[in-house]
């Protein structure tokens, strides 16, 4: 039976959320929620889009991922043990004293995490000087900005994106997490970001937004974006609607999101449920 690319990308999902599960058991809590809402975008992103060498996170001619958003470390962490950068095994260590992975990105411990992000709106800032820098190197690799919906709060992310569209930085894509979610309450509550598309354009960025828990959606969207790449050009924005907790019905119906507790007796609970609505998926 021969798997197809969207089928390939979804298998890669669920095993990424189970590590986020296993991940998350290890501490009894974290960002959890993001984590599995945004499985299906990292994992078209590592299994379908990205250049990497996995044994080699420093090889000079990958593609760049920024995670801006550093709480949600644990996703990438997923992500890279798929990929085959950190093992699966290492997982079991997340969030402990001595570790490779804790709960933030930190770039100066861990394998294939390029920036160590967590202040909010400097990771646009720091892929569009990346973004250039390879440029004025005459190297042609792949850019790509992950972000939250709640740094478009931040006037940087906005004074970024204006920066990327003035020098043509048609190598660089950003993903952005539109969770509805920020710390402090929803995020139409917190500051309207809306019409988010709408800005973009006006910035100056080729704009898509799709639904980030569909597959298939998401890989049209990066296809899109690849097609328009080149080393002067438009930058690409895929803005992607997401759900906390995706794929474990009991955390998608949490009031308290943003950092999830789960109760002991819970988690084999969300893994069942996770694989119920794989197989039922098949």
């Given at each position: 039976?021969?798997?197809?690319?969207?089928?390939?990308?979804?298998?890669?999902?669920?095993?990424?959320?189970?590590?986020?599960?296993?991940?998350?058991?290890?501490?009894?809590?974290?960002?959890?929620?993001?984590?599995?809402?945004?499985?299906?975008?990292?994992?078209?992103?590592?299994?379908?889009?990205?250049?990497?060498?996995?044994?080699?996170?420093?090889?000079?001619?990958?593609?760049?991922?920024?995670?801006?958003?550093?709480?949600?470390?644990?996703?990438l962490y997923a992500a890279l043990a798929e990929a085959g950068t950190v093992p699966v095994s290492e997982l079991e260590t997340y969030g402990s004293d001595g570790s490779r992975l804790p709960m933030s990105g930190m770039a100066s411990y861990t394998p294939g995490?390029?920036?160590?992000?967590?202040?909010?709106?400097?990771?646009?800032?720091?892929?569009?000087?990346?973004?250039?820098?390879?440029?004025?190197?005459?190297?042609?690799?792949?850019?790509?900005?992950?972000?939250?919906?709640?740094?478009?709060?931040e006037g940087s992310t906005w004074e970024a994106a204006m920066g990327a569209a003035h020098h043509q930085l048609g190598l660089l894509t950003a993903m952005v997490d539109m969770n509805a979610l920020q710390a402090d309450g929803p995020t139409k509550g917190v500051?309207?970001?809306?019409?988010?598309?709408?800005?973009?354009?006006?910035?100056?960025?080729?704009?898509?937004?799709?639904?980030?828990?569909?597959?298939?959606?998401?890989?049209?969207?990066?296809?899109?974006?690849?097609?328009?790449?080149?080393?002067?050009?438009?930058?690409?924005?895929?803005?992607?609607?997401?759900?906390?907790?995706?794929?474990?019905?009991?955390?998608?119906?949490?009031?308290?999101?943003?950092?999830?507790?789960?109760?002991?007796?819970?988690?084999?609970?969300?893994?069942?449920?996770?694989?119920?609505?794989?197989?039922?998926?098949?």
């Amino acid at each position: 039976m021969t798997t197809t690319r969207a089928e390939k990308v979804r298998d890669a999902a669920y095993r990424m959320r189970h590590h986020i599960l296993d991940m998350g058991e290890v501490q009894g809590q974290g960002y959890v929620g993001q984590a599995l809402g945004v499985a299906d975008l990292l994992a078209v992103t590592y299994a379908d889009q990205l250049r990497f060498r996995a044994d080699d996170p420093h090889w000079p001619d990958r593609d760049r991922f920024l995670l801006s958003t550093g709480h949600y470390a644990i996703a990438l962490y997923a992500a890279l043990a798929e990929a085959g950068t950190v093992p699966v095994s290492e997982l079991e260590t997340y969030g402990s004293d001595g570790s490779r992975l804790p709960m933030s990105g930190m770039a100066s411990y861990t394998p294939g995490m390029e920036i160590s992000g967590g202040s909010l709106g400097h990771g646009l800032t720091v892929a569009v000087g990346m973004a250039l820098g390879l440029r004025l190197k005459g190297r042609h690799q792949r850019v790509f900005n992950f972000l939250s919906d709640g740094e478009l709060d931040e006037g940087s992310t906005w004074e970024a994106a204006m920066g990327a569209a003035h020098h043509q930085l048609g190598l660089l894509t950003a993903m952005v997490d539109m969770n509805a979610l920020q710390a402090d309450g929803p995020t139409k509550g917190v500051l309207g970001i809306e019409p988010a598309e709408e800005k973009w354009e006006a910035a100056g960025w080729f704009t898509q937004r799709v639904d980030g828990n569909d597959i298939d959606a998401l890989l049209a969207a990066f296809d899109a974006a690849a097609e328009r790449a080149r080393p002067v050009g438009q930058p690409s924005v895929i803005l992607c609607d997401t759900r906390i907790g995706r794929g474990v019905p009991l955390l998608e119906t949490r009031e308290k999101a943003h950092f999830m507790r789960i109760d002991e007796d819970e988690w084999q609970l969300c893994r069942d449920q996770l694989t119920e609505g794989h197989e039922g998926a098949r």
